[in-house]
T-cell receptor, first 112, second 115 residues
Framework: AQSVTQPDIHITVSEGASLELRCNYS??????LFWYVQSPGQGLQLLLKYFSGDTLVQGIKGFEAEFKRSQSSFNLRKPSVHWSDAAEYFCAVAGGYQKVTFGTGTKLQVIP | EAGVAQSPRYKIIEKRQSVAFWCNPI?????LYWYQQILGQGPKLLIQ????????DSQLPKDRFSAERLKGVDSTLKIQPAKLEDSAVYLC?????????????FGQGTRLTVV
């Protein structure tokens, strides 16, 4: 069965600092991988996705993620965080015909 | 382009009462999803429709939850009777077709509190 682990429940960074959110997945083959963002009171918005090809994926809002098969990881990065990036971030995995499985999320707090 | 519309935004009910949520997907989107997001957890798929047919309802507690999409457009999710553990945000999403290569667009959700 597929699964996703987001080891950090809560992360605090200073505005302008770099950000890395961790995501580890479990799936037998090459999965579909996603990062979503959820602002308070909002639905989920897709930041980026990986299906195949270049393992470094560019997304919206200046985010990128790197697929590392050897580490079963798909970490999300941003070089300089803005106060508006404060939200909850979800990593998700899907394989073949299986439904999407979401991680438990990482809440990002940005301090001035 | 209008997004996925959900109503109501908030609902408080007593346990054993019934409740219904409504979702209007993006126009032309054939695939519709209902997710349950319990506080501190990621969303969990309850049911997936393709037009007016059910594709996957394996995680829908069918003894109390039901959903329909009669005309293949908007959808209703019902809980009857509600339990305390049903307190969650219920998210509706839609996409043009099934498949993980197709982006699903989410509504703002309905926050249900069962007391």
């Amino acid at each position: 069965a597929q699964s996703v682990t987001q080891p950090d429940i809560h992360i605090t960074v200073s505005e302008g600092a770099s950000l890395e959110l961790r995501c580890n997945y479990s799936y037998g083959a090459t999965p579909y991988l996603f990062w979503y963002v959820q602002s308070p009171g909002q639905g989920l918005q897709l930041l980026l996705k990986y299906f195949s090809g270049d393992t470094l994926v560019q997304g919206i809002k200046g985010f990128e993620a790197e697929f590392k098969r050897s580490q079963s990881s798909f970490n999300l990065r941003k070089p300089s965080v803005h106060w508006s990036d404060a939200a909850e971030y979800f990593c998700a995995v899907a394989g073949g015909y299986q439904k999407v499985t979401f991680g438990t999320g990482t809440k990002l707090q940005v301090i001035p | 382009e209008a997004g996925v519309a959900q109503s109501p935004r908030y609902k408080i009910i007593e346990k054993r009462q019934s409740v219904a949520f409504w979702c209007n997907p993006i126009s032309g989107h054939a695939t519709l999803y209902w997710y349950q997001q319990i506080l501190g957890q990621g969303p969990k798929l309850l049911i997936q429709f393709q037009n007016n047919g059910v594709v996957d309802d394996s995680q829908l507690p069918k003894d109390r939850f039901s959903a329909e999409r009669l005309k293949g457009v908007d959808s209703t999710l019902k809980i009857q009777p509600a339990k305390l553990e049903d307190s969650a945000v219920y998210l509706c999403a839609s996409s043009t077709r099934p498949g993980h290569d197709v982006e699903a667009f989410f509504g703002q959700g309905t926050r249900l509190t069962v007391v």
